[in-house]
């Protein structure tokens, strides 16, 4: 059984970082890009980060880029999202997702399998 496991948030102030892991049971994580999303109250899922298979190539949607940094061990099967210069529009349930392809991509249905998700909150 397939299952990513999301942890590492919490509340920060603004200005702050956070870290966040995702790990993978039941898949071999080399097979698969993947992607960090989150979605905030009364909002849609949105596309965070995406890394290619190896790690060599990432996205970044415009709102983090140059604050946020994807990241993957596949020894390890996780993957990270490293999250710095935290805004309050930046509080959601941030999710990671596994596709099935070399790259990444910036749409949800393209993903097979997701976590259930944890909290980042960012007061002013």
């Known amino acids: 059984q397939v299952q990513l496991v999301e942890s590492g948030g919490g509340l920060v102030q603004a200005g702050g970082s956070l870290r966040l892991s995702c790990a993978a049971s039941?898949?071999?994580?080399?097979?698969?890009?993947m992607g960090w999303f989150r979605q905030a109250p009364g909002k849609e899922r949105e596309f965070v980060a995406a890394?290619?298979?190896?790690?060599?190539?990432?996205y970044y949607a415009d709102s983090v880029k140059d604050r946020f940094t994807i990241s993957r061990d596949n020894a390890k099967n996780t993957v990270y999202l490293q999250m710095n210069s935290l805004k309050p529009e930046d509080t959601a349930v941030y999710y990671c997702?596994?596709?099935?392809?070399?790259?990444?991509?910036?749409?949800?249905?393209?993903?097979?399998?997701w976590g259930q998700g944890t909290q980042v909150t960012v007061s002013s």
């Open positions: 890394v290619s298979r190896y790690g060599g190539t990432t």
């Open positions: 997702a596994a596709r099935p392809a070399a790259y990444g991509s910036r749409i949800v249905v393209e993903y097979e399998y």
């Open positions: 039941g898949l071999a994580l080399r097979s698969y890009a």
